[in-house]
């Protein structure tokens, strides 16, 4: 479902799928000037908005202290995960240290993986404002 359009090289998601659905519209609707004018706004302003998300596309930048931070805590909640899990398989003996860290194990790994999830949304620095 995600694989298949990024090896087409169509990334254009709902949008880009409307503006062709239109397109195969408008060929059937040709005789119908009213219509086909209605159409063509329509293409104006969806083809402008795609324009406009693909050039803030192209134009963004990678924020690298996001990016540190990211691999940080990705690299340190999995060698914390590790280590715990490690100190369980050694303490196997004694079912109640086992599934002590076994469960710190599984609470510290959600939430290593909840701060990277949250950190993935802010990758990019935000669009600045054009100055004058």
């Known amino acids: ?5 990024l090896l087409r090289g169509d990334n254009h998601g709902r949008l880009g ?6 397109a195969d519209i408008r060929q059937k609707l040709e005789e119908n000037s009213e ?13 402008q908005f795609l324009k406009d998300r ?3 596309h192209l134009t963004r930048k990678i924020n690298g202290g996001n990016v540190a931070a990211l691999i940080l805590v990705a690299v340190a ?7 715990l899990v490690s100190v369980a398989i050694a303490s196997i003996g ?4 086992f599934w002590l860290f076994m469960v710190v194990a ?9 701060l990277t999830s949250f950190d993935l949304g802010t990758l990019y620095e935000p669009p600045r ?3 004058r």
């Open 1 to 5: 479902m995600v694989i298949g359009p």
């Open 17 to 22: 799928k409307s503006i062709a659905t239109r």
């Open 35 to 47: 219509a086909v004018s209605h159409l063509d706004a329509l293409f104006v302003n969806e083809t």
């Open 54 to 56: 693909e050039a803030r």
């Open 77 to 83: 909640g999995g060698g914390i995960v590790y280590g």
């Open 94 to 97: 004694k079912p109640v240290l």
């Open 106 to 114: 599984g609470l510290v790994g959600l939430f290593a993986i909840a």
């Open 129 to 131: 404002e054009k100055s």
